[in-house]
Every structure is written in structure tokens, then in C-alpha cells.
């Protein structure tokens, strides 16, 4: 992010990135004219002085920042619709569409908060080794774009320009790419309390996590607070966005309980498999695109070769670690749930993919493997656990977003050098900020509002109680036999 330490354009002086490749002429027509202008752009660079050749390039990674920030944050943005198929696949058909409103309402409200306050908080004012930034309202372009914008003739947009292209990327590309890692927390919470929390209770709580407690964490780490001046890592948010959101999203299931009959009288756990198993598989294979962009862009640059070897080893180090977190969730699910149990394979991506998300920029390729790998086992474990304790988590987010996440941001120290003091410092602080602030919210809204529907809505389904329709109008709802 913006403040970890990173610097926007990983090479020093001049950088016009890897070289093109030639592409095929279909006949000789074509080559003239093609030679006849590379001659001329390149008499013309030979041309300029020092001092333009050197603007031309500042002003090339400048774009290229700025545009792969936007790229990047669009992928990111399409998890949400990842998070919407594995959710509303994983509910009972008569919460499906309720699943739908939470994801779109919550990416919503996480842009606009991410506006109002937010980002201000995360990274404006930040002191080093401090705790938050500034609490003024609203962030956007900044004078010396505005006036580049508005400048009449080239002349005067040469001269706004200079102060613009020093910055490294433009000011809303970078609110853009750190805005949708809000909505990726967010979305945690949703799945976890699924089927029983009411819409309203949900969007308020989620109005709170991104308005205040999700910045306030990132001004620590990527805000350059107290944690980042104790040299706490997490290159793209194994705890600071997974944790931060599995915390708030444990908190909640303790507020909210568990659906009714989940936990049975005699200990007896009852199964709800997925509704919609595809749309489940698609919204993981979403996910694990949109990866690509969170891990990725977090690179924080594409400005030369350095950048594209890092970003092309981050990359498959994501793919590793996901691909590994799979394997190992289906040889474990049989000895430990009874069954190869397909949603905890899938989870066992995810679990994966969160693993490697503190340090996936290692050149060491067979340590994806391997922290995927534990990442996957987790989840599988974790599910497990949660059953013990009578904690419902209808996704498994809590297992595949928290505990890898914890083992993730540990495992840093393994393959990347991290000390293991500070990652335990650092996981344990957010933890306790995140689940105490969280548990406080839910009890407030809990207490005010209520928090959980009730007991008629949970038995007819959100869909029909709350929003008056319903994802597949043509099917009949059978009666639960456990009521």
C-alpha cells in the first residue's frame, strides 16, 4: 500500500520498461511506412536534450503507475462478485437474494466511507510511528492535477505537469486501488453470519468497520504508524485485510449466535451443503483472479524491469500457494470431516491464497508451496474447530480468512525475513483492536436495533421476510424437519 515502506518505482534514473516485441508484417506495403516512422521517433528522441528525455520518462511511469493501479484495483473490485457467488451458493435458497443486496451494499458503502473519512484516517497526517491520520472529510484530486486539468493551452499543462508526474501515480488511482482492499474486508463478515443477521444491523456495522476500525489498522502498517516503525510486514494484508475482516466477522457470530438447529441438543452438528454448489466454484475461481490484482498491485508499481520480474514472481507464487492450498484441503478433509468434502477444498484456495498474501513477492517459488499448503490444512482444521465450539460460520471465512491469515503473517519470518517478535506483536495488536471494537459495535447495535432476525423471518428466509423476493421463485420450500 501507499505507506509500507515502499517505494513508488522500484528503478533509479531513466526507465522505458522491457522491450516490445516485433510484431509480424503480412507483406513488404506495411514495412515502409512502419520504418519510415520508428526512424523519424527516434531521430526525434535523439534529438531532444537530457533534461526532456528524462521528463518523457518520468512522465511514461507515471502513466504506467497510475493506469496498472486502476487495472490492478478492478480485479480486486471483481472479488466482490466472487464473494456474492460463494455466498449466495453456500445459503439456503431462501437467502440467496438477501446474500446479493449485503455484497452490493456493502462495496457501496466502503467506497463512499473510504471517501468521507477513511482514507484520511489510514494515510493523511499519519506520524511516523503514530497511531491515525487526520480526521477531516473527504479526499480527492489534488490542486496541482486540478490545475493541469483545467490548463488552457500546452504551455501552461507543460508547467502544472512537473508537480504532478513527481508524485509517481495519480492522487484517485491510488484512493482507487486502496479503497477496494476496504471492500475486501468487508465482504469477509457477510459470509460468516449469513442466514441470520438482518440487512439493516449488517450495512451499519460494515459502515463502521470501513469508516473507522479498518483505517485505523492501516494507519498503523501501511499508514507508516507505530507498527511499520517496528518493522511489522505484510505485503498485501494477510492480517491487516483477511484477519481485520475474520476478527470482525468471529465477533459478530458470538454477538448474533448460531442458526437455529445448526447445533444440536445432543452435540450433533447439522450439515447445510451449499445450495448451489457452481455458483460456489465459480465465486472461488473469481476470487482466485481477482488475487492476481490484490497481490499484484501491491507491488505498488510498474515503472521497469524490476517491477515486471517482481510482479511476474508474485504472481506465481499466488497461483503456487492456492493451488497447494487446495491439495492438501482435500487429503485432509477425509480423516478429519469423514468425507473429501468439496467446500472445504475450495476454501482450502482461499486459505491458500490468504497464507501467501503477507509475503508472496519471495523468489524462493517452492515456499509458496509449502505456506499454501499449511494455509489450506488450516481451514480444514479450523472448520472443524469452530464446530467444537459451537461457533456457526456458514462460509468457513473465519478459518480461511483469519487463522491463515495468522499463519500467513508468520510465516513471513520463515521465507522473507520478518522478525517473529514484531509479526506476533503485530498479529496479536490488531487482534485485540478488531475483536474488541467489533464485539463492542455488535453489542451496540445488538442492544439498539437488534442484530439477528426474527425467529418467523429466520424460518421463511430473508428473501421473502425482508425483501419480498426470492432468488428461485420456481422452487417450493420444504419445511426444515429439525424444527
Known amino acids: 500500500m501507499s505507506g509500507n515502506g515502499k517505494r513508488i518505482g522500484q528503478e533509479t534514473g531513466l ?51 497510475s493506469f496498472s493501479f486502476l487495472i490492478w484495483g478492478a480485479l480486486v473490485m471483481w472479488m466482490c462478485a466472487g464473494f456474492t457467488m460463494l455466498e ?5 435458497t431462501k437467502n440467496a437474494s438477501v446474500i446479493c443486496l449485503k455484497n452490493i451494499g456493502l462495496y457501496s458503502i466502503a467506497g463512499l466511507m473510504f471517501y468521507l473519512v477513511g482514507y484520511n484516517i489510514m494515510y493523511v497526517g499519519v506520524d511516523e510511528g503514530g497511531w491515525f491520520g487526520t480526521l477531516t472529510l473527504f479526499y480527492g484530486t489534488t490542486g496541482e492535477e ?55 444491523s449488517f450495512l451499519l456495522f ?36 483477511h484477519s481485520t475482516g475474520g476478527w470482525a466477522a468471529l465477533a459478530g457470530a458470538l454477538v448474533v449466535g448460531a442458526r437455529k438447529n445448526k447445533f444440536r441438543a445432543d452435540g450433533s452438528v447439522k450439515v447445510t451443503p ?4 457452481p455458483a460456489v466454484t465459480l465465486g472461488v475461481f473469481i476470487l482466485w483472479l481477482g488475487w492476481f490484482g490484490f497481490n499484484g498491485g501491491s507491488q505498488l508499481a510498474l515503472s521497469g524491469a524490476v517491477d515486471a520480474v517482481a510482479i511476474s514472481n508474485i504472481l506465481a507464487n499466488t497461483n503456487l500457494a492456492a493451488a497447494a492450498g487446495v491439495i492438501a484441503a482435500m487429503a485432509i478433509s477425509r480423516p478429519v470431516l469423514g468425507r473429501v468434502d468439496l467446500l472445504a477444498s475450495l476454501n482450502g484456495a482461499i486459505g491458500g491464497l490468504v497464507a501467501i498474501t503477507a509475503g508472496p513477492d519471495i523468489v524462493e ?12 490444512a488450516i481451514v ?33 519470518c520463515i521465507a522473507a525475513g520478518a522478525d517473529l517478535g514484531v509479526q506476533i506483536v503485530g498479529i496479536l495488536a490488531i487482534g485485540a483492536f478488531v475483536f474488541v471494537a467489533s464485539w463492542v459495535v455488535w453489542w451496540v447495535i445488538d442492544k439498539g436495533i437488534g442484530a439477528r432476525v426474527t425467529p418467523i423471518t429466520e424460518e ?24
Request: hydrophobic residues 50%.
Open 380 to 412: 480444514v482444521l479450523g472448520m472443524k474447530l469452530l464446530d467444537r465450539l459451537k461457533i456457526d460460520d456458514v462460509v468457513g471465512a473465519v478459518p480461511a480468512h483469519l487463522f491463515a491469515g495468522v499463519w500467513g503473517t508468520l510465516a513471513v
Open 206 to 241: 460494515i459502515t463502521v468497520l470501513t469508516a473507522i476500525i479498518y483505517p485505523i489498522i492501516g494507519s498503523w502498517t501501511w499508514g507508516g504508524g507505530w507498527l511499520n516503525a517496528m518493522g511489522f510486514q505484510d505485503f498485501a494484508g494477510s492480517t491487516i485485510v
Open 88 to 92: 449466495s451458493g453456500s445459503v439456503r
Open 274 to 277: 451449499p445450495s448451489n454448489v
Open 365 to 376: 517459488h517452492y515456499w509458496a508451496v509449502v505456506i499454501g499448503g499449511v494455509g489450506g
Open 146 to 200: 486540478m490545475k493541469l486539468l483545467d490548463a488552457a493551452d500546452d504551455a501552461a499543462k507543460a508547467a502544472a505537469a512537473g508537480a504532478v508526474v513527481d508524485n509517481g501515480y495519480s492522487t484517485m488511482s491510488d484512493w482507487f486501488f486502496q479503497m477496494v482492499f476496504v471492500a475486501t474486508t468487508a465482504s469477509i463478515v457477510s459470509g460468516t453470519l449469513a442466514e441470520r443477521v438482518k440487512l439493516w
Open 15 to 65: 526507465s522505458r520498461g522491457p522491450a516490445l516485441p516485433r510484431r509480424k508484417c503480412r507483406g513488404p506495403s506495411r514495412l515502409g511506412p512502419a520504418l519510415a516512422v520508428g526512424l523519424a521517433v527516434a531521430g526525434f528522441l535523439l534529438l531532444l536534450p537530457d533534461r526532456a528525455l528524462a521528463a518523457v520518462g518520468e512522465e511514461t511511469q507515471f502513466v504506467l503507475n
Open 460 to 483: 421463511l428466509g430473508q428473501d421473502v421476510a425482508e425483501l419480498g423476493i426470492e432468488a428461485y421463485p420456481e422452487f417450493v420450500v420444504v419445511p426444515d424437519m429439525d424444527d
